[in-house]
Nanobody, 125 residues
Framework: QVQLVESGGGVVQTGGSLRLSCVVS????????MAWFRQAPGKEREFVAG???????YYSDSVEDRFSIIRDDAKSTVALRMNSLKPEDTAVYFC???????????????????WGQGIRVTVSS
């Protein structure tokens, strides 16, 4: 059984930083894309950042230059470093694991097979 467990969420002030972590068990992450999504209150879940086994990382426009995704295949983990946080970053954050063909940068929910339960991040103004 594949499990993804997030940690590191909480409350932070505007301009602050936070690091989320996700540990994957039950499946080797090699050859899979790993990603973070988020869902703000009253909104649909959206892509935040992705990382392929090749080392390629990619981001949504809203977090480019502020967030960094880091994967460690040896430890089956993926982290999301979030800097310069804004109130609009408030959401439940999910890590996800999915297949990706060479050259692709999956960003849709349907591209990902396995999901964590989510962890809340609140940015206070």
């Amino acid at each position: 059984q594949v499990q993804l467990v997030e940690s590191g969420g909480g409350v932070v002030q505007t301009g602050g930083s936070l690091r989320l972590s996700c540990v994957v068990s039950g499946r080797p992450v090699r050859n899979y894309a790993m990603a973070w999504f988020r869902q703000a209150p009253g909104k649909e879940r959206e892509f935040v950042a992705g990382a392929k086994w090749t080392g390629l990382t990619y981001y949504s426009d809203s977090v480019e230059d502020r967030f960094s995704i880091i994967r460690d295949d040896a430890k089956s983990t993926v982290a999301l470093r979030m800097n310069s946080l804004k109130p609009e970053d408030t959401a439940v954050y999910f890590c996800a694991l999915g297949l990706a063909s060479p050259g692709s940068t999956p960003r849709l929910e349907r591209d990902f097979l396995d999901w964590g339960q989510g962890i809340r991040v609140t940015v206070s103004s």
